[in-house]
């Protein structure tokens, strides 16, 4: 408290909750501040190095293998992508020919950094005791008077190690106190008027030093310490050089061509490092505030004499003032005078699920992940693990304090979805200002795409609060944390599978979609003709092809799904206790009774999921008579037909848990998403099973038989598909469940409240709603409204194809062919790029060999003799060798991005290989017609040389030569 405060009265604190009751979860906040920090300078310095060190002539040849390649960083990601994948081997060569490798030095930086961090933790405390030139408190306690009493209020605190006490006598106007130190060292610097005063004012000085002990019980100091050195290293040794660096990027490096080209990537690269102090220093001032009110509780608990605390505030009129008032609270480290007062009584700050840490924590996630993504991609699995484990853990610690303040305060317990809004709001701005999403773009092309990620994080946030509240109604140990970390440890699995999804592939949704239908079969390796009463549902398919549960291997998290239902089922399972529980003894000492229980078993859900279950067979039995033909063979083996048949119990088993899911959430009051993807899952396992028997025994169902009329087990064929459903059914099932859930919801609430309007007025309920729940419950309809549409969007932009044709193209020629052309400018860069990262050299090395072969050939119509016929014979197979080779090397360059251009440069290749061909066929049959042969072969490759070379001067890729 390094605060004054007035006089103090005899008046003890009153704590009746215990704040202790369940983990704060400041540490998780810490963890992801120290990780967004040394994520960052990993991912910084490199960069700047290189920028430092680089020769700009090698990084210039390097950055035009990626032009040449048909980058254009003028459009998004995937109108490149086709020429870009087209030329994938070549630009792994070309980059490779022009890489630097600095990675040592980056390596030396981030020791003399660490190294740096551990000094000046070290020294922290030194230079604070240097600074206030600071005394020892025996030689200002010159009576004896203090030390007694501060060894009691050690003893009181429950410290095992005994803090320094040392005074300031320079502060001699205030009495204050503050602690800092090193790990196992620790100083409590007491100020000079608060020593002065420690005899007439004596409750306030031990009010005092308790708060200060109460620092050193909660083990505050070194976290915050460690945290201060590794900011302020990294503020000076990192950000810095890596600002001055992208302001010489924005500004002056390289031509304003290339600045002004790739400006918007280099731009959002730069605000991130705003955005990085931005959310280190409020959510570092947050943690602070905090820590002040559990250090003011501790000590109120030990005894603390409540008048230091009446401080009065200052009276603020307006509006503004208020408002302003509000965002300067936000920086400071200290929380108001009125709020510590008031939490002494009602610790409900504590419990509150406040907007902008969870906005901040959402924003640092999606900053860490972009730091993060030079790991390897065998790593992706741990990187979207360890960044749900930390969204989820901070907001679901939030949650499960929240909820149980309500509970043990009568209060109505948090819906969770403001929670979901808040870090999804967060990871959505970090995004959208970053160059995860937007790539080279101001914005991404379809920012929609972000609210899958918004509306994952709602559904989790809703079933963390509705799973805490069955939970601590249930849980009968002594402590709450085993079954707060088996609440936290289903959502963030669950949201770990749809971020490795959307790291994987759903981020590409964000600049629009990438298949077509044909695309789409062309990815499976499938092309065919569509039978036509199948022909639409491959429609359907481009869409779920692209969204979660595409993947069915363990490493994608596909299975996590089943925890959102397979746990909630434990806790109405157990009975609640007849008795107040340990834990709530232990949190509210005054009561007596035990919380109510839960108002519903698992034997409703279960009858739910069965019924849901028996309406999915019945959906598989229709699809499947759908699909039967006359005569199965004759189209079984196409792949439409065989995407088809894998896709429609998919999406039978999707609908069918959409449906029980919203049924259950629309007639159920309490724990509605809980019920409704119990209920869910339930049918989702049913349907499955149903899936696995149908296919095992096809060939004898007579109408429902699809692949084959022989009738036989086939349940080596079945698993394997099952698993892919599977994947599909509590992947992609959960979120659409969980959607159709809040639906369901809404749409029950409507219908009650329609039932009530027809309602005489005497038996309508008297007590009228407040207007704040009215107005939350809109904003809840809204915000799940806009999230819904959002999503409906993003999965309804789809540009389908009805070709019939067969295909045999790969893949990347099949996907969205809607890519606008290059600019002018563009086109002339790019042609630049082809022709300076070795356009030019593949043809001065083809024109070479082309003069060798000339010399070759004359040489042996120059020869005289048997001997020098076959030594010119000798050097023209050499010669040809050389053809073959350095044709094959062009032919493995990069395609012109020009359409124009690559016509003329194949027509380059064609020729050298006719060439190459002639001069092998004048080796092996010498004579005059394989000569002609060679002649003729032989001017038209010299012509289409200097046809390439006209076309790259002519489109400015090159400049003409002077006559």
């Known amino acids: 408290m390094a605060d004054s405060a007035p006089e103090a009265g005899e008046r003890p604190a009153s704590v009746p909750l215990d704040e202790r009751v369940l983990a704060a ?18 991912s910084m310095v490199p960069g700047t190095v290189w920028h430092l060190l680089a020769s700009s002539e090698t990084a210039d040849k390097a950055a035009a293998c990626w032009l040449a390649a048909g980058l254009d960083p003028g459009v998004s990601m995937n109108e490149s992508y086709v020429q870009h994948t087209q030329n994938a081997s070549a630009l792994k060569e ?5 890489s630097q490798d600095f990675s040592g030095v980056p390596l030396g930086v981030g020791t003399v ?10 020294l922290l405390p030194v230079w604070r005791t240097r600074r206030s030139k600071v005394t020892p408190l025996d030689a200002m306690d ?32 205030t009495a204050g106190a503050v602690a800092f130190g090193r790990w196992r060292g620790h100083t409590v610097c007491l100020d000079g008027g608060l020593v002065a005063t420690s005899d007439t004012q004596r409750d306030r000085f031990r009010a005092v030093v308790l708060h200060e002990l109460a620092h050193l019980r909660n083990g505050d100091i070194g976290v915050t310490y460690v945290t201060i050195a590794l900011w302020r290293v990294f503020f000076v040794l990192v950000l810095l050089p890596w600002a001055a660096v992208g302001l010489d990027i924005l500004f002056f490096a390289g031509t304003p061509d290339a600045r002004s080209q790739f400006a918007p990537f280099n731009t959002h690269d730069r605000v991130l490092g705003g955005l990085i102090v931005l959310a280190v220093y409020l959510t570092r001032a947050g943690i602070l505030r905090n820590r002040e009110i559990y250090a003011d509780l501790m000590a109120a608990r030990w005894g603390a ?3 230091p605390w009446e401080v009065p505030a200052p009276q603020r009129s307006g509006v503004w003032s208020r408002l302003f008032a509000g965002f300067v609270e936000l920086w400071r480290t200290h929380p108001s005078w009125a709020l510590r007062r008031t939490s002494l009584t009602d610790p409900k700050a504590l419990f509150a699920l406040e907007r902008l840490p969870l906005f901040l924590t959402g924003l640092a996630a999606d900053i860490l992940v972009w730091h993060l993504g030079s790991l390897p991609y065998g790593l992706l699995p741990a990187k979207a693990v360890l960044v749900a484990g930390l969204v989820v853990g901070i907001g679901g610690v939030a949650l499960w304090r929240a909820v149980l303040y309500a509970l043990l305060t009568g209060r109505p317990a948090p819906s969770g979805w403001p929670v979901g809004l808040w870090l999804g709001f967060g990871i959505a701005v970090g995004e959208l200002t970053g160059p995860r999403a937007a790539g080279n773009q101001w914005l991404p092309a379809h920012p929609e795409a972000l609210l899958i990620l918004v509306a994952a994080l709602v559904l989790v946030m809703t079933w963390t609060a509705q799973n805490a509240e069955w939970w601590l109604r249930s849980w009968r140990g002594r402590s709450l944390g085993p079954a707060m970390l088996a609440g936290l440890a289903a959502p963030s699995l669950a949201l770990a599978s749809v971020l490795y999804w959307w790291y994987v592939q759903g981020e590409v949704l964000t600049h629009g979609w990438p298949f077509t239908t044909a695309g789409l079969l062309g990815s499976y390796g499938l092309p065919g003709l569509p039978p036509a009463h199948i022909g639409p549902l491959l429609e359907v398919v481009a869409v779920v092809g692209v969204l979660p549960g595409t993947d069915a291997s363990a490493e994608s998290l596909w299975w996590a799904g089943v925890l959102l239902w397979a746990l909630p089922l434990l806790a109405p399972a157990i009975r609640a206790p007849a008795r107040r529980p340990k834990w709530l003894a232990g949190a509210l000492p005054e009561t007596v009774a035990p919380l109510a229980p839960n108002p519903s078993g698992p034997g409703r859900l279960l009858a739910a999921g069965l019924a849901g279950g028996l309406v999915c067979w019945a959906g598989l039995a229709m699809a499947r008579a759908h699909m039967h033909t006359p005569d199965p063979a004759a189209v079984r083996m196409t792949g439409p037909f065989q995407l088809a048949h894998l896709m429609w119990p998919v999406l039978v088993i999707c609908g069918a848990m959409a449906l029980t899911a919203a049924v259950v959430a629309a007639v159920t009051d309490s724990a509605w998403l809980l019920a409704g993807l119990v209920a869910a899952g339930i049918t989702a396992l049913l349907g499955a099973g149903g899936t696995y028997l149908l296919m095992s025994t096809d060939g ?31 992947a992609l099932g959960t979120l659409v469940a969980g959607l159709s859930a809040f639906a369901g919801r809404g749409a029950g609430l409507l219908w009650r409240r329609r039932g009530r309007i027809g309602q005489h007025p005497a038996a309508r309920p008297t007590a009228e709603r407040p207007l704040g729940r009215v107005r939350q419950r809109g904003a809840r309809v809204a915000a799940v409204a806009v999230v819904a549409v959002g999503v409906g969007t993003t999965v309804l932009t789809v540009q389908t194809s009805r070709s019939t044709t067969r295909s045999a193209k790969p893949p990347e020629s099949m996907l969205d062919q809607s890519t606008r052309a290059p600019s002018a400018s563009m086109a002339r860069i790019q042609g630049q790029a082809w022709s300076a990262a070795g356009g030019l050299d593949h043809i001065n090395a083809l024109s070479a060999a082309a003069r060798e072969y000339t010399t070759a050939f004359e040489a042996v119509a120059r020869s005289t003799s048997d001997a020098e016929f076959a030594t010119a014979m000798g050097k023209l197979n050499t010669t040809c060798a050389e053809l073959v080779r350095v044709t094959k090397r062009a032919g493995a360059y990069f395609t012109v991005p020009n359409p124009a251009g690559q016509q003329v440069w194949s027509g380059v290749l064609t020729r050298y290989r006719q060439l190459a061909t002639a001069c092998r066929n004048l080796t092996t049959h010498p004579g005059s017609a394989t000569t002609r042969a060679a002649t003729a072969a032989h001017q038209d490759a010299a012509g289409s040389a200097d046809a390439m070379i006209h076309w790259l001067a002519k489109s400015g890729a090159i400049r003409r030569k002077s006559p």
């Not at 070309?94 to 022009?98: N, Q």
């Not at 169902?701 to 692949?707: A, D, E, R, V």
């Open 25 to 42: 979860g400041t540490t998780l906040r810490f963890i992801l501040l120290l990780l967004l920090l040394a994520a960052a300078g990993a």
């Open 94 to 98: 070309c980059t490779a020919r022009y």
């Open 305 to 307: 004499s409540r008048k």
């Open 113 to 122: 950094a660490i190294a740096t961090v551990v000094a000046v933790y070290w």
């Open 700 to 730: 004898c169902l007579g109408p429902l038989n699809t692949m084959t009329n022989t009738c036989r087990w086939w349940p080596d064929v079945a698993w394997p598909l099952v698993r892919i459903e599977l994947a599909y059914a509590l």
């Open 142 to 173: 010159v009576h004896g008077g203090l030390r007694p009493l501060l060894d009691e209020l050690v003893s009181i605190a429950g410290l095992t190690r005994q803090p320094r006490f040392v005074v300031d006598p320079g502060a001699a106007s």
